[in-house]
Structure formats: C-alpha cells, structure tokens
T-cell receptor
Framework: DSGVTQTPKHLITATGQRVTLRCSPR?????VYWYQQSLDQGLQFLIQ???????AKGNILERFSAQQFPDLHSELNLSSLELGDSALYFC?????????????FGPGTRLTVL | AQSVTQPDIHITVSEGASLELRCNYSYGATPYLFWYVQSPGQGLQLLLK??????LVQGIKGFEAEFKRSQSSFNLRKPSVHWSDAAEYFC?????????????FGKGTHLIIQP
C-alpha cells in the first residue's frame, strides 16, 4: 500500500459526459501528479500540482483540468468524454519536487467511456 | 525531446533463470532514471533509481540496474526470477525544462514466468 488513495476504483460513463477523479496523497506529500495509461499511448504524464499550484503540464487535453485543494487532495476533471479517453488514470504524490523524491502511485481509476 | 525505449514488449523466462530487461533513453541533460513494476490491477511501485554516483544500483526484490552513459542504457537485471516477478516493468526518465517537468515512461515490458 503506497498510502495514495484514489476514488472511484472504476467508472463507467457515456460519451459527452463529465467525470471527476479524486486523489488523496500520502500524508505530508505536497506534490500530486496525474498520469493516463492507455493501450495505445502507454503511460503519459498529464499534470503536476505542488502545494495547491499548478507546477507542470504534460500531455493534458484542453477538455481535462485539475486542481489541488488546501487539504492537498486533488481532483482531475474530464469533460466532453470520448471513447478514446477510456484508460487507467493514476495519481502519484511526492514530498516535494522530483526527481530526488520518489513518486508513490495510487491504485488508479479505470475509466470506461461507452 | 526526451524518450524512453523498451525494445521488448514481452519476455518469457523460466523460474530460477536470470533476467535482463532493456531500456534505452534519449535525454540531453544528466538523466535521472527509474524502473517501476506494475502488478496486475495495481499501481506502479518503484524498484530502483539512478541519479548519480555508482552506475550499478541495487533495488528492492533483488533487482539491480546498470547505467551505461556511452550506450544510453539502463538495463534491469535479476539473477534468479520467481513466479511472483510476473508483471509489467516500466523504465522512466525524469526530465525538466521548457516550463515542464515530469516522468517519461517507456511502453513497458510484460514479463511472463514459466514454471
């Protein structure tokens, strides 16, 4: 158990809908990262937050957004969902900035868009 | 731009045999390199990392990796695999610059253990 929790574990929705994925980092970790894992794209970095502020952006679509709240939990919002958004979404946390601090990964949220 | 290549999509090894998983990276600066393992239905777990110093790094579960700058490689090895090592293995490089930083992962190598 990494100490990072993600909810829900599974999510099934329809095209065009909007969903919110939630992540609670390990106690004391200030950085939260979101990753998408799909069969065709592999594991891709989406976005990073550090202590409530956006720190870095990777391959995140404009239809996706995230935020980190004062209690340091983070939410990833996916809107206007398409079939291709079906994937496993991971959250990871670290004490501060990488790379010196190991990223601990949550179990993921599996999103299925029908 | 940074990239990570894991040339083997699948590898099958007999239990008790040795293992080597290949990883090549492309990155202009000093690389920070990682190997992660993902068991079915699980998140990623860090096996080992290389930042600097000794080019042979030891990790958890009996794994080790060797950084070879001249070959841009960071291959993962284990002298004797166990059935529980069956999983997906990802090599990653941490990059920084251009207003972004994060981990770039390879496509992964699926390890199958034969009894």
């Amino acid at each position: 158990d990494s100490g990072v929790t993600q909810t829900p574990k599974h999510l099934i929705t329809a095209t065009g809908q909007r969903v919110t994925l939630r992540c609670s980092p390990r106690s004391g970790d200030l950085s939260v990262y979101w990753y998408q894992q799909s069969l065709d794209q592999g594991l891709q970095f989406l976005i990073q937050y550090y202590n409530g502020e956006e720190r870095a952006k990777g391959n995140i679509l404009e239809r996706f957004s995230a935020q980190q709240f004062p209690d340091l939990h983070s939410e990833l919002n996916l809107s206007s969902l398409e079939l291709g958004d079906s994937a496993l979404y991971f959250c990871a946390s670290s004490t501060s900035g990488p790379p010196y601090n190991e990223q601990f990964f949550g179990p993921g949220t599996r999103l299925t868009v029908l | 731009a940074q990239s990570v290549t894991q040339p083997d999509i699948h590898i099958t090894v007999s239990e008790g045999a040795s293992l080597e998983l290949r990883c090549n990276y492309s990155y202009g600066a000093t690389p920070y390199l990682f190997w992660y393992v993902q068991s079915p239905g699980q998140g990623l777990q860090l096996l080992l990392k290389y930042f600097s110093g000794d080019t042979l790094v030891q990790g958890i579960k009996g794994f080790e990796a060797e950084f070879k700058r001249s070959q841009s490689s960071f291959n993962l090895r284990k002298p004797s695999v166990h059935w529980s090592d069956a999983a997906e293995y990802f090599c990653a490089v941490w990059y920084s610059g251009g207003g972004a930083d994060g981990l770039t992962f390879g496509k992964g190598t699926h390890l199958i253990i034969q009894p």
